[in-house]
Each structure stands twice: as C-alpha cells, then as structure tokens.
C-alpha cells in the first residue's frame, strides 16, 4: 500500500519560513494537498492539487510536488499558524494520509 | 454555507454496533462522492471510507473492510457509516468530509472540503 512520510515536528520562529515536507514514492506523479488542525479543531484544507489555496487561506500558505517530495511552505510564519499539519494523496481508489507534522513557532 | 455535522456517536462494548450520520446542507449533496475520515486519540487521520454521489462506487479502508458499511441518502441530504463487530481499535473521532475532485488526462487530484466537526466513537468494556 501506497505510504506518505512526514517528519513528526518541525519548529519556527516568528517571522521565519517554515517549510513541511511528505515524501511517498513518486509523489511528483500524484496530486498532494495539506490540512491543518489546530488543538481540539476540525482539520481545514490549506493547500489542494499541489499548489492552489482555497479561498480564505493566507498568501504565506504555498505548496510544491516535485520527485519523491511535496512541501507546504509557510512564509513570514505567525503564532497563529501553531498546529499540526497532515499531507494528503489519492492511490488506487484509496486515500492516504502522511503521520502529520507537528508546527511549532518558538 | 456549506456545511456537514456529524453524530451518533457514543460508548459502545467491544463487538456492538453504532451507526454514524451526517447532515450535509449548503451545497447540492446528490453531486458530490462523500467520505469518512477517522481520528484515534492523539493519533493522525486514518481514511476510513468513500461513497460516489449515486452510490455506485464505494470504498473501504482494509481495517475496516467486512465489518464497517457507508451509504447515503440523497433525498435526505445524508451520509451514513454502519459499524458492526466493533474494536478497541476502532475508538476514535469520527469526521464526515465532502470530497473535490480534480482530473486531468490519467490523473487525479482529490481533497476533502469541507470537514464536520467531528463525533466521538469509544469501544470499551
């Protein structure tokens, strides 16, 4: 079955870039897209097929898929944007999630 | 706006049943495939399953296969999961989610969009 791979935390200061990465094989040749969940929330959509933001969702949110790897990208990264954050791809009529990526802005 | 709510769930022994709904209301529920998306405690999301928009193609997550089913009723605006034979493993935050889909030549892009708020399953004695 088809895996996506995220590292387990990443951390930012203020202001700073951020960058998410999943990696799954041949992930370039899939369509990736990004949720965010905030403590106790609903997940929320920031990032679908690769780069395009639903509306609603801040400039700084920015996707890429290339290779084996996509990678959510959070510009001028603010303390609001603090959640955990889960890549997402579509194989053989099944959905996959990445293990989620926990945002901290320090 | 476009929304879905979730409910039905509860405290049910190892082996029960529980049957999970869904409102969905905003957006002409008929053309939209539909999904069930699981959330263990202080765990990450876990696909559970999809249903097309007429029911036709339906889906499962292996963990689920044979004992969970999901419908729908267009004329209710409703989704549904029925959960037979159920497991400790099966505790966990129950979200409803609309799917989009985007297709071009032999490829195909899916999101979930919007998500409920989610409903709380526990399997435990």
């Known amino acids: ?106 | 706006e476009v929304h879905v709510v979730e409910s039905g769930g509860g405290l049910v022994k190892p082996g029960g049943s529980l049957r999970l709904s869904c409102a969905a209301s905003g957006f002409t529920f008929s053309t939209y495939d539909m999904n069930w998306v699981r959330q263990a405690p202080g765990k990450g999301l876990e696909w559970v399953s999809s249903i097309s928009s007429s029911s036709s193609y339906i889906y499962y997550a292996d963990s689920v296969k044979g004992r969970f089913t999901i419908s729908r009723d267009n004329a209710k605006n409703s989704l549904y999961l029925q959960m037979n034979s159920l497991r400790a493993e099966d505790t966990a935050v129950y979200y409803c989610a609309r799917e989009e889909i985007y297709t071009s030549g032999s490829y195909s892009a899916k999101w979930f969009d919007p998500w409920g708020q989610g409903t709380l399953v526990t399997v435990s004695s």
């Open chain 1, 1 to 106: 079955s088809y895996e996506l791979t995220q590292p387990p935390s990443v951390s930012v200061s203020p202001g700073q870039t951020a960058s998410i990465t999943c990696s799954g094989d041949k992930l370039g040749d899939k369509y990736a897209c990004w949720y965010q969940q905030k403590s106790g929330q609903s997940p929320v959509l920031v990032i679908y097929q690769d780069t395009k933001r639903p509306s609603g969702i801040p400039e700084r949110f920015s996707g890429s898929n290339s290779g084996n790897t996509a990678t959510l990208t959070i510009s001028g990264t603010q303390a609001m944007d603090e959640a955990d954050y889960y890549c997402q791809a579509w194989d053989s009529n099944t959905v996959v999630f990445g293990g989620g990526t926990k945002l901290t802005v320090l």
